[in-house]
């Protein structure tokens, strides 16, 4: 049975930065495209970025363009999203998912999610 664990969440101070990662058991993410998600108490989920499963494509939403970085390591079995120059409004709980299709990574239908990782921006 296949699962995601996401992992690097933390506090940081505005400005800095963290590196969150989305570790696969149970199959290979280099077949599924991979999402990024956000939600903050009270708000809905927000898709924030996603790599395609055949080459290196990456997607991202206005918001975190120029800051955010998805990437993804097939020896590992694992894709990162490095979060730089980070604002207390990016404070959520971040989550990643897997698809087979691109198409419905980005309408957030996954075959799998994570369970999220606490990333909170304060002074």
């Known amino acids: 049975q296949g699962q995601l664990v996401e992992s690097g969440g933390g506090l940081v101070q505005p400005g800095g930065s963290l590196r969150l990662s989305c570790a696969a058991s149970?199959?290979?993410?280099?077949?599924?495209?991979i999402g990024w998600y956000r939600q903050a108490p009270g708000k809905e989920r927000e898709g924030l970025s996603c790599?395609?499963?055949?080459?290196?494509?990456?997607y991202y939403e206005d918001s975190i363009k120029g800051r955010f970085t998805v990437s993804r390591d097939n020896a590992k079995n694992t894709v990162y999203l490095q979060m730089n120059s980070l604002k207390p409004e990016d404070t959520a709980l971040y989550y990643c998912?897997?698809?087979?299709?691109?198409?419905?990574?980005?309408?957030?239908?996954?075959?799998?999610w994570g369970q999220g990782t606490q990333v909170t921006v304060s002074s």
């Open positions: 998912a897997a698809s087979r299709s691109l198409h419905t990574i980005m309408a957030q239908v996954a075959e799998y």
């Open positions: 149970g199959f290979t993410l280099d077949d599924y495209a």
């Open positions: 790599i395609s499963s055949s080459d290196d494509s990456t």
